[in-house]
């Protein structure tokens, strides 16, 4: 992997802290206040690879999350792979370890506005 880095404090951690710990920047955090569902998304071009320490950092966010249950919440983690102007995504589900293509631009929208079953 190369020294990408999402934010200037993410930067600064990598080029100053000691690398005994996982650092990453999550691309996006959806809340859909109405049906109590959260989604924390990762978005990868579909030349890039996602790193070992990231996956397993939103791995086990994701497993931790699924666990909890309050207030009727749904916690939810995706990786979504794409290029603009974003006809097609892959969204892989870290909670039920599915992969499914959204084809179309208005149903990228849709699934990213939560108008779209989200599995």
């Known amino acids: 992997m190369g020294n990408y880095y999402g934010s200037a404090l993410n ?4 080029e100053n802290c000691p690398h005994d710990f996982t650092n990453i920047n999550i691309d996006c955090l959806q809340l859909r206040w109405e049906d109590k569902i959260m989604r924390l998304i990762e ?3 579909t030349t890039e690879k996602l790193g070992k320490q990231q996956y397993k950092a939103l791995k086990f966010l994701s497993d931790r999350l699924c666990q909890l249950s309050f207030d009727g919440w749904q916690f939810k983690t995706y990786i979504i792979k794409g290029d603009e102007p974003f006809n097609q995504i892959e969204i892989i589900s870290l909670d039920n370890n599915t992969t499914q293509v959204i084809n179309g631009r208005d149903n990228v929208i849709q ?5 779209l079953d989200n599995k």
């Open 43 to 45: 978005f990868k071009h």
């Open 11 to 14: 930067k600064f951690i990598g």
């Open 111 to 115: 699934w990213l506005s939560f108008r």
